[in-house]
């Protein structure tokens, strides 16, 4: 944001104004210098934003000019400083091969600054106009059953056809020049939640040639790949099938490598353009899906500027930690904080139910987002298109322009954003656990799930976690982790050698590194680690996995953690070492695991590892978090509150800001361990009550 250095000259401006002419000669040189350094801003007369961005997704090619200015003047009301605009719009922006109109954006643009509002630009690249599709029928995607999707909704194209990038290039080109410098312009969008792939013959093609440029040899793709196996043997790169869901695990993750660098490549094709006529000042990100894993956002978020996803719920409430574990996801992507470019305004149209969300949860909502880390949230979407697909989904005002009942809650957002801004500007979320992340891991096991029921690995361990440090980093093994007093991978399956020696470095510096259950088992092309789970950790753990049990039934667990039962998974372990502690024991159930150890732990180098080869219900998991972050010294970020009470710090120069949200259906009183700032109600206070919904932001100086 350019805010700072605009208010900055607002206030020099005022203050050369307002010299009197007796000190002109004395103080012209200064106002002169000053004038000179700012001109470019001056004339520019760019919005000046709060740091806390409140914004919606606005669609000016679907109204009358005369429109614009009356919904507007309806977002300044409301606190909206950000408008997204463009995404969709190809055929408006093109409306025939290389006949390109953008006036309409550019007054957009110049009358949403006149309101205080900053944009977005979209390329709209997910909605290709249809004499594009007409006339290149090849830009078209080929869906998995071969058939070739067609004109009329979005993401029909084929992400990896050169004819598509090149016209969506030469798109994305045109608006950069016309609007890269454009001090109203803050930022970029590429495309729209990136998801559709092409199954065509010459995506094929550039898979076996990838393929090539990984593998080198044949022989190697054939040993890396077992291929002996069903004489699936390769003698030529063009037999090379692409594979989904059921295949050959080290085709298939291959295919998904793939998949992502092709998107990351597509990106590539327009952020270079984007990148080479506009100011640095404006960043280029993507709108991402959170949970997604369509692609691996590791290998295309390492381009952008900043991390931005869509954060919606759905049918039914916010769960503050499955959202929360999103949120933490996409802070991960670049280690910082990051925008919700969408979220929900109420209700959606796309679940089973649209159930509209209570009032207060959207509030509830837009504070979960920026205490995770988000500096924007961004409704999608202001009003909807009097025809379209989403008609009935959640706006914040109605199809005649005016409020929705929702909109007074935005506007109290807004207040409070602005409010809230000084504080909260330049802080950050800093956390003392981390959990693991791999989508090679997530793909892997999702392939051979081998219990139907296998899912939400992850959230199990993040909740507990969450609620005992009250502030969790996700991150990829291949993160640098010296930070960390705690490491949690749970079912991390795919562990490469670069991976282990980045592990095996965080233990032997002091770090405690715990493995969930299905943790290394295989190799970096999908393949079995001849040594067992947990592959090249078994010797430092000092045990390992004899035998991996998928469970009708759970089975019964005691030990250290109190006695509770392990549902869907079982690993049977064998301690090698007589250090090796066994934290956790199966009780009777199959026969094979009565008795044997399901938790280890040993001390490593000056730190430790832990194994749990149990899944574990949420009263053990509890006791389990509870255990892990004590032994590892990590402290809850505020100190003991209700459960149910969400606690979000973050921290910058000048001390510590605390968001609480009570997601429980009571009032809930906490009581602070010291006097902070109530920074939405002003005034310094020793304990907040919140009701159901409620909100408290509270600052502390360092
Ligand atoms: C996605 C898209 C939007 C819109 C919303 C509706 O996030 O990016 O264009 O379709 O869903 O919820």
């Not at 410098?181 to 990838?210: C, K, L, M």
């Not at 295919?255 to 506009?278: C, G, H, K, P």
């Not at 993507?286 to 900043?306: C, E, I, K, P, S």
């Amino acid at each position: 944001m350019n805010s700072k250095s605009n208010h900055g000259l607002a206030r020099m401006t005022r203050i050369c104004k307002r010299k009197s002419m007796t000190r002109f000669l004395v103080i012209a040189l200064l106002c002169a210098v000053i004038g000179s350094g700012a001109t470019a801003t001056a004339q520019t007369g760019a919005p000046q934003t709060p740091a806390l961005l409140l914004g919606t997704a606005w669609y000016p090619e679907q109204w009358p000019e005369s429109r614009w200015d009356a919904d507007l003047a309806l977002m300044q009301q409301a606190g909206i400083h950000m408008v997204r605009v463009g995404e969709f719009a190809w055929s408006r922006m093109e409306p025939s091969e290389g006949q390109y109109d953008l006036d309409w954006l550019d007054h957009a643009i110049a009358a949403a600054a006149k309101h205080g509002i900053v944009t977005v630009i979209g390329t709209p690249s997910a909605a290709p106009p249809a004499w594009l599709t007409q006339k290149y029928p090849e830009t078209l995607r080929t869906k998995e059953d071969s058939r070739k999707d067609q004109h009329g909704n979005r993401q029909q194209f084929d992400w990896a056809n050169p004819k598509y990038r090149e016209l969506a290039r030469a798109m994305a080109e045109q608006l950069a020049k016309r609007f890269g410098h454009n001090p109203n312009v803050v930022g970029w969008q590429i495309d729209n939640e990136y998801a559709e792939v092409s199954f065509d013959p010459e995506t094929r093609a550039q898979f076996q040639q990838w393929l090539k440029n990984r593998y080198g040899t044949l022989d190697n793709l054939n040993a890396r790949w077992t291929t002996s196996y069903w004489s699936e043997t390769y003698f030529d790169w063009n037999q090379v099938p692409i594979q989904v869901g059921y295949g050959n695990p080290g085709l298939l993750l291959s295919w998904m490598r793939f998949v992502s660098d092709t998107w990351r490549s597509y990106q590539m094709n327009q952020l270079e353009v984007i990148r080479a006529n506009s100011d640095r000042r404006q960043f280029i990100t993507t709108n991402m899906m959170g949970l997604f894993d369509g692609y691996d956002h590791y290998t295309v978020a390492q381009d952008l500027d900043l991390a931005a996803w869509d954060d919606y719920v759905g049918q039914g409430h916010l769960d503050p930690v499955k959202n929360g574990l999103a949120h933490d996801l996409t802070r991960g992507l670049k280690g910082k904080n990051f925008w919700v470019m969408e979220t929900q305004p109420g209700g959606v149209n796309w679940a089973d139910i649209n159930n509209w969300l209570d009032k207060g949860e959207v509030r509830a909502m837009a504070w979960h987002d920026i205490g995770h880390g988000a500096d924007t949230v961004s409704y999608w979407q202001w009003r909807s298109a009097l025809n379209g697909q989403e008609q009935y989904h959640g706006t914040l005002v109605g199809p005649d322009g005016t409020p929705d009942p929702l909109y007074p809650e935005i506007a109290q957002i807004g207040r409070e954003f602005e409010k809230a801004s000084p504080v909260l500007a330049g802080t950050s979320v800093k956390s003392e656990v981390a959990i693991l992340h791999s989508y090679d891991s997530r793909w892997a096991i999702q392939w051979q799930k081998h219990n139907k029921d296998y899912k939400g690995v992850i959230l199990s361990y993040y909740g507990p976690l969450r609620a005992e440090a009250q502030s969790v980093d996700i991150v990829p093994p291949s993160a640098s982790l010296g930070r960390y007093k705690l490491v949690v991978a749970p079912g991390l399956n795919v562990i490469t050698d670069a991976d282990a020696k980045n592990l095996m470095q965080y233990v032997n510096n002091g770090g405690h590194l715990v493995l969930g259950q299905r943790s290394g088992m295989k190799d970096v092309d999908n393949g079995l680690w001849p040594q067992r789970q947990p592959g090249p950790l078994t010797e430092p753990l000092g045990g390992r996995v004899e035998q991996y049990y998928a469970l009708v039934d759970p089975v019964p667990i005691e030990g250290k953690w109190g006695a509770g039962q392990s549902p869907m998974w079982a690993e049977l372990l064998s301690v090698k070492d007589s250090d090796v502690e066994v934290l956790m024991r199966y009780g009777k159930s199959n026969g094979w695991l009565d008795g044997q150890p399901a938790a280890i732990t040993r001390k490593v180098g000056k730190g430790r590892i832990t194994y749990i080869g149990a899944w574990l219900d949420p009263k053990t998991m509890a006791a389990a978090a509870h255990w892990m972050t004590d032994i590892s010294g990590v402290k809850a970020a505020l100190g003991p509150v209700p459960v149910g009470v969400d606690v979000y710090p973050r921290y910058g120069a000048k001390g510590a800001v605390y968001i609480l949200v009570n997601f429980t259906n009571t009032q809930q009183t906490v009581k602070l361990p010291t006097g902070m700032k109530d920074v939405l109600n002003g005034g310094t206070t020793q304990a907040v009550t919140l009701p159901y919904l409620g909100v408290a932001v509270l600052s502390v100086a360092k």
